[in-house]
């Protein structure tokens, strides 16, 4: 059974930087999609970037496009999210997620078979 914490999360102001990570424990994520999703207060989980085993195929949504990166470490058991310039609506409690089949990005909940306990993320003008 896959294990996966978030770490990273924490307040900052609008424009500034976070990184988040998430590592995995119980078993080798390595030949495994994951993703990042997130979910505001009194809002559904909605996609924010996957990353494909390999680290070459990324999927992001039009929300976070060009201001966040995700990235894996396979070696670490550990994948990345950097998120740049954040803004109000950028806050919100981060989960990462594993999705056991396919080898394309994922950008749906029900894709994912393990899920972390998530890292909140409040963003203040």
């Known amino acids: 059974q896959v294990q996966l914490i978030e770490s990273g999360g924490g307040s900052v102001h609008t424009g500034d930087s976070l990184r988040l990570s998430c590592v995995a424990s119980g078993g080798s994520i390595s030949t495994y999609t994951m993703g990042w999703f997130r979910q505001a207060a009194g809002r559904k989980r909605e996609f924010v970037a996957s990353?494909?085993?390999?680290?070459?195929?990324?999927k992001y949504a039009d929300a976070v496009e060009g201001r966040f990166t995700v990235s894996r470490d396979n070696a670490k058991n550990t994948m990345y999210l950097q998120m740049t310039s954040l803004n109000i609506e950028d806050a919100a409690t981060y989960y990462c997620g594993v999705a056991t089949w396919g080898a394309a990005p994922r950008d749906r909940v029900r894709d994912y078979d393990f899920w972390g306990q998530g890292t909140q993320v409040t963003v203040s003008s």
């Open positions: 990353i494909t085993w390999s680290g070459y195929n990324t």
